[in-house]
């Protein structure tokens, strides 16, 4: 079964750092592209970031909007996925999901883990 | 980026009744068009993905269909379980999209 369990949320201040894990298990990590989606209290949803997998270089893509503060990273021997938050501003408030895409061509999202709160508030 | 505007934003319909959102792209996205169904509280749900393929176990009432800019989701006959937030999203761009929602609601 595919599982996939975030963590590391949490209260911050505006201009602080903080670091969501994501464990994964189920499946064969170093296969798939990883994403980073997150959803503000009462908004829709909004990409983050991706991965690519070991055979693409673990290169990586962010959204406009955390370019330059967000890092995504992953741990294939650890079976995990990381997203390492700077410089966090107010509208940073959201539930953060880690979602597994397909090993195939295009990569879709096809899994989701249950999300973790990071509030940005002074 | 590729916007990704749904309509409408949100309905009320009845148990049993043929539900369809529609999807529209900024720009050509081909068939890279994937639909999600959110409950409340809940993380998302991989429905449909390539516009029209259903993931496994995803039940045959959901289908999708479109390419290029104009897409649609239908649910065949609606039940309980399915009242939630739908979005789409393009995978054409490096850059992910998604759609503002749909909230399909009782009537």
């Known amino acids: 079964e595919v599982q996939l369990v975030e963590s590391g949320g949490g209260l911050v201040q505006p201009g602080g750092s903080l670091r969501l894990s994501c464990a994964v298990s189920?499946?064969?990590?170093?296969?798939?592209?990883m994403d980073w989606v997150r959803q503000a209290p009462g908004k829709g949803l909004e990409w983050v970031g991706r991965t690519r997998n070991k055979a693409n270089s673990y290169t990586t893509e962010y959204a406009a909007s955390v370019k330059g503060r967000f890092t995504i990273s992953r741990d294939d021997s650890k079976n995990s996925l990381y997203l390492q938050m700077n410089s966090l501003k107010t509208e940073d408030t959201a539930v953060y999901y880690c979602?597994?895409?397909?090993?195939?061509?295009?990569?879709?999202?096809?899994?989701w883990g249950q999300g973790t709160l990071v509030t940005v508030s002074s | 980026d590729i916007q990704m505007t749904q309509s409408p934003s949100s309905l009320s319909a009845s148990v049993g009744d043929r539900v369809t959102i529609t999807c529209r792209a900024s720009q050509d996205i081909s068939n890279y068009l994937a639909w999600f169904q959110q409950k409340p509280g809940k993380a998302p749900k991989s429905l449909i993905y390539d516009a029209s393929n259903l993931h496994s176990g995803v039940p045959s009432k959901f289908s999708g269909s479109g390419s290029g800019t104009d897409f649609s989701l239908t649910i065949s006959s609606l039940q309980p379980e399915d009242f939630a937030t739908y979005y789409c999203q393009q995978y054409k761009s490096y850059s992910l999209t998604f759609g503002g929602g749909t909230k399909v609601e009782i009537k």
């Open positions: 979602a597994r895409a397909t090993s195939g061509w295009p990569p879709v999202i096809d899994s």
């Open positions: 189920g499946f064969t990590f170093s296969d798939h592209y």
